[in-house]
């Protein structure tokens, strides 16, 4: 059974970076797309970005130009570096694997002061 554990949430002031990491087990890790999904208060979870097995990406609208999805398939790892974050970032972060279902991470916190 494939787990996904995630780190590098934090508070960070308006303007700031961070770098949130996703270490999944197992070898299924390298032949599927990985995702970041986020969650605010009250909100539904929605995509923040994808990256596929061969390294081609994609971005919601509102992250574009600031975020930036990467994989490291010799660690089994997903990275999303965040930069310029804004209050509207605030939210949890959950890793996703896709096999042609959903494996999710437990989630990070990610606060954004103004």
């Known amino acids: 059974q494939v787990q996904l554990v995630e780190s590098g949430g934090g508070l960070v002031q308006a303007g700031g970076s961070l770098r949130l990491s996703c270490a999944a087990s197992?070898?299924?890790?390298?032949?599927?797309?990985m995702g970041w999904y986020r969650q605010a208060p009250g909100k539904q979870r929605e995509l923040v970005a994808i990256?596929?097995?061969?390294?081609?990406?994609n971005y919601a609208d509102s992250v574009k130009g600031r975020f930036t999805i990467s994989r490291d398939n010799a660690k089994n790892t997903v990275y999303l570096q965040m930069n310029s974050l804004k209050p509207e970032d605030t939210a949890v972060y959950y890793c996703?694997?896709?096999?042609?279902?959903?494996?999710w991470g437990q989630g990070t916190q990610v606060t954004v002061s103004s």
């Open positions: 996703e694997l896709d096999q042609g279902w959903p494996t």
């Open positions: 197992g070898s299924i890790f390298r032949g599927n797309t």
């Open positions: 990256i596929t097995s061969d390294g081609s990406t």
